[in-house]
């Protein structure tokens, strides 16, 4: 096993350009390459233009040298020389010095298996180099999307209620290989992914035993172990645990993603993140998935609780873990765009920039429903006020009535409406009648908001520009 230790992996830094294989370009007929050495599957990680007799004091290795041979005497040391520098490929141009390229440097070529390239007098070489560029912006941008899903994958499996499991499988799945996470024994403590054979497991277990808490050592080790890539992690935290990939190869973008699952999973095998913090999140998760209530309540201790709705933030994959930290909660949840949180009612609930918050009147477990509408109902009046939080008001002068007879009376009144007509009602009587207001709050068109309410007022037969008619809707629609 070869064995090289690496850099601390830095989840924040932007995946390397991937390299562009010379199949690419010669595969494009606008610029009628022709390859006419070696081999044609090789990286080319930039392009260089020279007419030096001896190129190799400008050359970093892995690009494609394009030349028109204006000094070119000696083409066996000049191919020398350039493969000796590490050059990926050599282009060579038959205009204006040459009318063929030499056959010597076509010799030398095959050789050295240095992959040579004519390019016809009608592409200049400012075509070549461009067509390159945009190649490697098109594989950038693939790789940032590949490198974002998989920030978004690992997200989310670190919210399941098995999160470091379920963090290693998506990372495994991601990267196309095998997760382990290594205990401080060397021993494995939990792995996803297909199995490797038994010398690269081998491999993998010594790669991560390099790794540790004492001062000085490395953070991470690269090598290779029975015809697979292999790369460990050490895990935050003192406790020394460490990460451990098998992959068949290794993308610019690894390195990126596998940080990204060593900070998820540092933060999960932390000391300091008790039992019951994991039996809560988990009670959270299944709560928001639809479990009954009276099922979670054990779990998630008596309250009342103040459910949160979000939406907003930067838009990384960590926003949501910020905004419950700044809250100061553990228990949260992503549901596309929205985050749900639960805060103890007593933990106060205050304005998070670049975030628009509603949130619930304090409710007991039972009651979690509930207040899961309360909080989407403000959210939804956060947004259409441009508010950065909005909490749910009690009933007031309604909570005199009793409840019973008034969810009878607002059902018998409101029977003519269909629940979309009602909500609009709702969301429009809560907006003070606002059209812009109700159609941004209910992602509707302001005509269609017009129809609606007017529908309603119709099939009511209510006048809906009288206030005591307004307040009679609103209390009916507030008590179903």
């Not at 932007?14 to 562009?20: D, E, G, L, Q, R």
């Not at 697979?228 to 406790?239: D, F, H, I, K, V």
């Not at 690894?254 to 999140?281: E, Q, Y």
Request: with cysteine.
């Amino acid at each position: 096993m070869s064995m090289t230790p690496t850099p601390p992996a830095e989840t924040g830094s932007t995946p390397p350009a991937p390299p562009v294989p010379l199949a690419a370009l010669l595969a494009r007929p606008d610029l009628g390459l022709r390859l006419l050495a070696g081999p044609e599957d090789v990286p080319l990680h930039w392009v260089h233009t020279s007419e030096m007799a001896d190129p190799y004091p400008y050359l970093l290795g892995g690009e494609l040298l394009m030349t028109a041979g204006v000094q070119l005497t000696d083409p066996a040391h000049y191919v020398g020389r350039v493969v000796e520098a590490g050059a990926a490929a050599l282009a060579f141009g038959v205009t204006p010095v040459y009318d063929t390229v030499p056959p010597d440097l076509v010799a030398a070529c095959e050789r050295h298996g240095l992959p040579l390239v004519e390019v016809p007098p009608r592409t200049p070489f400012t075509a070549v180099a461009r067509a390159l560029w945009r190649l490697m912006a098109e594989a950038r941008l693939h790789e940032l999307r590949r490198v974002t899903e998989a920030q978004q994958s690992l997200a989310a499996a670190a919210a399941r209620p098995a999160p470091v499991p379920a963090v290693l499988g998506a990372l495994a799945s991601r990267l196309g290989g095998r997760a382990v996470l290594f205990g401080a024994d060397g021993a494995e403590s939990a792995a996803a992914g297909r199995e490797v054979p038994a010398d690269a497991a081998r491999a993998l277990r010594d790669l991560a035993g390099v790794l540790g808490p004492r001062p000085g050592g490395p953070a991470s080790a690269s090598g290779d172990g029975g015809g697979l890539r292999l790369a460990a992690y050490a895990l935050g935290g003192g406790e020394g645990l460490a990460l451990g990939v098998a992959t068949e190869r290794r993308g610019p973008g690894d390195h990126t993603i596998a940080g990204v699952a060593v900070v998820l999973l540092s933060l999960l095998t932390a000391p300091h993140r008790g039992a019951d913090v994991t039996v809560r999140d988990g009670a959270l998760v299944r709560l928001l998935l639809g479990a009954p209530p009276e099922e979670v309540a054990d779990a998630l201790g008596q309250g009342p609780w103040t459910v949160v709705h979000a939406r907003g933030g930067d838009g990384t994959p960590f926003a949501a873990t910020g905004l419950a930290a700044s809250l100061g909660t553990p228990l949260v949840a992503q549901d596309g765009g929205t985050v749900r949180l639960l805060l103890p009612s007593a933990a106060p609930v205050t304005a998070q920039e670049g975030w628009a918050l509603g949130a619930s009147a304090p409710v007991p477990p039972a009651e979690l429903a509930a207040g899961d509408a309360q909080a989407a109902r403000a959210l939804r009046r956060a947004e259409a006020a441009r508010a950065a939080l909005v909490r749910h008001r009690a009933n007031g002068f309604a909570a005199l009535v009793d409840r019973d007879e008034a969810a009878a009376y607002a059902r018998g009144l409101l029977a003519p409406l269909t629940e979309p007509l009602a909500e609009t009602l709702r969301v429009w009587l809560s907006l003070h009648g606002s059209w812009d207001r109700t159609a941004v709050a209910t992602g509707l068109h302001r005509n269609t908001v017009r129809q609606r309410i007017a529908r309603c007022a119709a099939l009511l037969d209510r006048d809906l520009d009288d206030p005591d008619v307004r307040m009679e809707l609103w209390f009916a629609l507030r008590a179903t």
